[in-house]
């Protein structure tokens, strides 16, 4: 995890070091920068040492959990990590929700009822929601669903301040295409374990199919998918990103996206390693998980 973090920060501190345009003009809009000013800046945050010494000071600060210092705000990074994280962890949560109820419960289904009309209007929603881009999907929930079903359903267009119906319509979006690949994943590997001889064997002793299903064929069928949960991390924590922005939510993927905008660079950098150990610790848990699913995995 330690080389995986390290490597994240160089590339990303690379990766705005070679974005052209003026650091500090950025800061300022199009008011007009005096030279004592643009050296003061350059010197608060060293903007003129070598790229290498730039980096050795930020995993120097990191050491001390310094995340540094907001150059548009002049605040804490990590205080502003700590007041838009629980936003995007509690969003984050309502998307693995639907991920698990949805994505796997309609994959076990498909399979189940393979080749059936369900299977088939399974296959075609997992499509649409594929093909649909996160934003658009947003805006059509919160046209057709918050404001056409007001009064029906009530649930609110923008923000998480009317408790647990706030993160519907985001979760769900949040959720959206992984949910229809985990879908996919799950129909696929269920069907493989049914088709296996110790499935076979547990029928042909008269088991029930409600208890081969359950205690024989999902629980290894379902390490593909916890796999494919604990790598898909990453991608929900980056539609988080346009998910909050839609959805006007004061979380971490909107506060990334307004300091990308602007050029904060000490809240990207901050930001990123954050979500990067984040991800690394959920693969760390899946991981562990294997030996829950499979008695078979052993970590020695």
Not at 35 to 41: G, K, L, P, V
Not at 119 to 130: H, K, N, P, Q, S
Not at 133 to 146: C, T
Request: proline share 4%.
């Amino acid at each position: 995890m330690v080389p995986v973090v390290f490597g994240a920060i160089v590339f990303i501190y690379i990766a705005m070091y070679i974005i052209p345009g003026d650091p500090v003009q950025s800061l300022v809009g199009e008011r007009p920068v005096t030279e004592e000013f643009r050296r003061a800046i350059i010197d608060r945050y060293g903007l003129d040492d070598p790229l290498p010494t730039r980096i050795a000071k930020y995993v120097g600060n990191l050491i001390h959990f310094d995340f540094g210092e907001s150059a548009l705000s002049r605040r804490q990074v990590w205080d502003i990590i700590k007041e838009t994280f629980p936003n995007t962890a509690r969003l984050a949560v309502a998307g693995t929700f639907f991920l698990i109820l949805l994505g796997i419960g309609s994959g076990m289904i498909s399979a189940v009822r393979r080749y059936s009309r369900l299977d088939t209007g399974v296959t075609l929603a997992t499509i649409v929601l594929v093909s649909t881009p996160v934003f658009v999907l947003g805006l059509l929930l919160q046209i057709f669903v918050a404001l056409k079903l007001k009064d029906v359903l009530g649930l609110p267009i923008t923000g998480l301040d009317q408790g647990l119906k706030s993160y519907i319509l985001p979760g769900f979006t949040l959720a959206s295409v992984s949910m229809a690949y985990i879908s996919r994943l799950q129909r696929t590997t269920l069907l493989e374990t049914l088709e296996s001889d110790y499935v076979r064997t547990a029928r042909a002793k008269g088991l029930p199919e409600r208890r081969v299903i359950f205690n024989h064929a999902w629980r290894n069928a379902l390490i593909p998918v916890v796999t494919y949960l604990g790598l898909d991390i990453g991608t929900v924590l980056g539609g988080a990103i346009l998910t909050e922005t839609v959805f006007n939510i004061n979380g971490v993927g909107r506060a990334l996206a307004i300091a990308i905008s602007t050029r904060d660079n000490q809240v990207v950098l901050g930001i990123s390693v954050f979500v990067v150990v984040i991800y690394l610790v959920v693969n760390l848990l899946v991981d562990l998980l294997y030996a829950v699913l499979d008695p078979r995995i052993r970590y020695t």
